[in-house]
Structures are given as structure tokens and as C-alpha cells.
């Protein structure tokens, strides 16, 4: 497996998979989360370790992202653009230089 250029390592101790079969507190996943699931236009959402991403992609779901320090976040918004979580006037120096490198003519 090839791991992505991803820049920096961000705490992303408090975001655990929610993956819960049956929905019940034992049967939870709580595996440190390594991918943020949109299901819906609702934006009902997420996370998910890389063994239960590949139990999600069974299913049809609107994004994903790697989780960033935002994700769940209270006041956090999904850019599908950017494929992360980000909190409106909170954006970090680090990811608007990340910002700025990015092409500007990606797809
Ligand atoms: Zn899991
Ligand atoms: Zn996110």
C-alpha cells in the first residue's frame, strides 16, 4: 500500500471509527479513525478506521476524506473541493500554505 504525501501528522486521537454493527456502545468500533464518510446530502457522516473504509465502500456513499484536525468538529463544514472538514475563520497557517501549492487547475 502507498501512503500519500499527507504533509504533517495531525492529533486525530479523539476521532475513533464509529463503525457499530447493531449500534450498540459494545459493538463499536473505536479504532482511531483514519477516513471521514459523508453518507448523504444530509451530510450524515462518519468515521471509519481502514478496515471498516473497506467495509463502507460496499456501499454507496457521497465522499470521503482522511480525517484532519477538523473533522467532527462543532461548526465544521465539508469542502468536497479540498476533500477535508474545515471550521469557517479558524484555518490554520500551515494548511493555507498547503493552500497555495495546490494546483490550481486540479479537477
Ligand atoms: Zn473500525
Ligand atoms: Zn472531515
Same mark, same amino acid.
Given at each position: 500500500m502507498i501512503t500519500p504525501p499527507l504533509g504533517r501528522i495531525l492529533d486525530t486521537s479523539r476521532q475513533r471509527c464509529t463503525f457499530s454493527p447493531g449500534d450498540t456502545d459494545e459493538a463499536t468500533c473505536k479504532t482511531p479513525a483514519s477516513w471521514h464518510v459523508a453518507w448523504s446530502a *444530509?451530510? $450524515?457522516? +462518519?468515521?471509519a478506521c481502514d478496515?471498516?473504509?473497506?467495509?463502507? /465502500?460496499?456501499?454507496?456513499?457521497? *465522499?470521503?476524506? /482522511?480525517? +484532519? +484536525? &477538523?473533522c467532527s468538529m462543532p461548526g465544521s463544514s465539508w469542502d468536497? &473541493?479540498?476533500?477535508?472538514?474545515?471550521?469557517? +475563520?479558524?484555518s490554520s497557517p $500551515? =494548511?493555507?500554505?498547503? $493552500? /497555495? =501549492?495546490?494546483p490550481l487547475e486540479a479537477s
Open positions: *444530509d451530510m $450524515e457522516n +462518519g468515521l478496515e471498516h473504509m473497506a467495509v463502507a /465502500q460496499q456501499y454507496a456513499y457521497l *465522499d470521503r476524506h /482522511q480525517v +484532519g +484536525g &477538523d468536497f &473541493d479540498r476533500k477535508r472538514c474545515f471550521i469557517d +475563520g479558524c $500551515e =494548511s493555507a500554505v498547503a $493552500e /497555495q =501549492s495546490m
